[in-house]
């Protein structure tokens, strides 16, 4: 019998909600049978927590006396964006110190970052703010340098174009020397492989052709209540599928927003990739309501069920080549060794499954208690069906 | 027999002995030195494993502590800060020894055996939440 929200949200109001994590769904399914599980069950909770580089926040500083319109600003020494309104700004995940020596003396360790300010802000630490201006008539104020504070911002929120990726490639390293990537250190001669997906709990592979998360679904975020804004960039719903659905590679993203004052700095972390940079690790767990069997069926997707492609990251990564080394299932990846060309591999995640499961049991306890309602989408996600391709970018002349 | 591996930190009013010699001529002690760094304005820092008969050693790291070198187990050095740690395991694939593991593949917790610790500090730059530290 197909449930509808407006059901589910009357027993999460009674306290009455049946609310599994999707790991313990798994089980479920396995003990009773799809059919059976998909009656009883009324939200399944799924989550992720790794490294989301498209990841920022709006803060709003509130006016100085006398006023000013800033032209470029800074938080703790990390460049803010200031061109929108006089003391709007945006800090943005990857953004690094202008005085940091990045990769010019050796591979950097990026410390310090966009994603690490983000952190603070939200830990209640106060943040150095500097900031310049050309002055205006009614903004006449030229420079500005103070501390401020999350309580006392106006707005400050987290606003991410791309995260909760669908899925992810697993990052090797064929060349003979090791390389420093956004998916870690990768070891020469395949040294290591390195993954990141809470695979079965993952939101967007539990849910892989978005019937019911969209714009309006109200997300877990960071510790707050936040939404899914909009498809997140790069959204690619075309990405080859397995037979159970599951795209092979990146595939579907989520733009979200949430309220910075509300996060919980265990959750939303400033993270540093050797040689590559700083980024912002992000805690999302999305609840996927068990509509009817057909939702039921993939929530219940199995590590054994997701798979992914090998990549090579010396080479192909680089120079848009794909790399043709076949896919591995999650349960292969966690089991801390895969075999490519008749090699042991070592793997190892950026992404912390107990972290996602962590997040996965905190949503599902927010819901039982009635604190957490879930929305309909005002429109899902774009589809298989969706008329906009994927593109790479084409270097031309004007015209061309 | 006995073989322990050492933090020795020297106090710079030393650092220009020859205390490494002594160990080997006097004490016959056999060592292994892991990681170095002497600065004569400073001080110094060594690291090593030291092996030796037992009457040996006892004597060997008495000579060290009668010149003011202040001793500590090895394995007490790299920490990991449990609350920043993810457990994410991205430390695991460079950790030489295995010290950095993961236990149990259903909860994928990763686990610190600081018996296998060699002191080599991989997993320190690998660590994307600056998790892991090295104390002196």
Request: net charge positive; aromatic share 8%.
């Amino acid at each position: 019998m197909p449930k509808t929200y407006e059901e589910i949200n009357e027993k999460i109001k009674n306290k009455k909600a049946v609310v599994l994590t999707a790991e313990e769904f798994i089980e479920l399914v396995d003990e009773k049978g799809l059919g059976k599980a998909a009656k009883e069950v009324d939200v399944v909770t799924t989550a992720t927590f790794g490294p989301m580089c498209s990841s920022g926040a709006f803060i709003n500083i509130g006016h100085s006396n006398p006023k000013i319109k800033i032209t470029k600003a800074w938080l703790n020494g990390v460049s803010a964006y200031a061109g929108i309104a006089a003391v709007d700004l945006y800090i943005g995940a990857t953004e690094i110190p202008e005085n940091d020596p990045a990769n010019s003396n050796g591979k950097g360790f990026f410390k310090y970052g966009g994603g690490h300010v983000i952190q603070d802000l939200i830990a209640g630490k106060d943040v150095k703010l500097k900031a310049v201006a050309y002055g205006t008539d009614c903004y006449p104020r030229k420079e500005l340098e103070t501390w401020i504070n999350i309580k006392d911002l106006n707005e400050a929120y987290l606003c991410n174009p791309r995260n909760c990726y669908q899925n992810y490639g697993i990052a090797i390293n064929k060349s003979n020397k090791t390389i420093y990537t956004y998916m870690g250190v990768l070891k020469p001669n395949l040294g290591n492989a390195s993954y990141c997906s809470a695979g079965q709990l993952s939101p967007l592979l539990k849910d892989p052709f978005y019937k019911t998360i969209g714009i309006g679904t109200r997300i877990w975020l960071g510790g707050a209540q936040g939404y899914v804004y909009w498809h997140g960039t790069q959204h690619n719903p075309h990405v080859k599928r397995n037979k159970n659905g599951c795209p092979i590679g990146g595939a579907g993203t989520l733009a979200v927003v949430g309220n910075l004052k509300e996060m919980n700095p265990d959750f939303i972390v400033g993270t540093s990739m050797h040689g590559y940079g700083t980024t912002l690790t992000v805690g999302i767990g999305v609840p996927i309501p068990i509509l009817n069997e057909e939702i039921a069926k993939y929530a219940a997707l199995k590590d054994e069920e997701l798979e992914v492609s090998i990549i090579d990251y010396s080479e192909d990564y680089p120079n848009c080549k794909s790399s043709d080394l076949g896919t591995r299932n999650y349960k292969e990846l966690k089991s801390g060794k895969i075999i490519i060309d008749g090699e042991e591999v070592p793997t190892a995640s950026l992404s912390s499954y107990p972290k996602a499961v962590e997040i996965a049991n905190i949503l599902k306890k927010e819901i039982k208690s009635g604190r957490f309602l879930l929305t309909k989408p005002l429109q899902l996600l774009p589809g298989t069906d969706w008329s906009e391709k994927f593109k790479p970018l084409k270097l031309r002349k004007k015209g061309e | 027999m006995v073989t322990k591996k050492l933090v020795l930190k020297f106090p710079k009013k030393i650092t220009e002995q020859p205390i490494i010699y002594k160990l080997i001529k006097d004490y016959n002690l056999v060592f292994n030195i892991l990681k170095a760094k002497v600065d004569p304005d400073k001080g110094g820092l060594l690291v090593l494993e030291l092996s030796g008969e037992d009457k040996d050693y006892a004597k060997g790291i008495d000579y060290l502590e009668k010149l003011g070198v202040k001793l500590q187990p090895l394995e007490k050095d790299i920490t990991r800060d449990e609350k920043k740690c993810t457990n994410c395991s991205a430390c695991i694939a460079h950790c030489p020894t295995g010290a950095l593991y993961i236990k149990d593949r259903k909860t994928m917790k990763v686990e610190f055996d600081k018996s296998k610790c060699i002191l080599c500090e991989a997993c320190i730059p690998v660590c994307p939440v600056g998790a892991m530290r090295v104390d002196y």
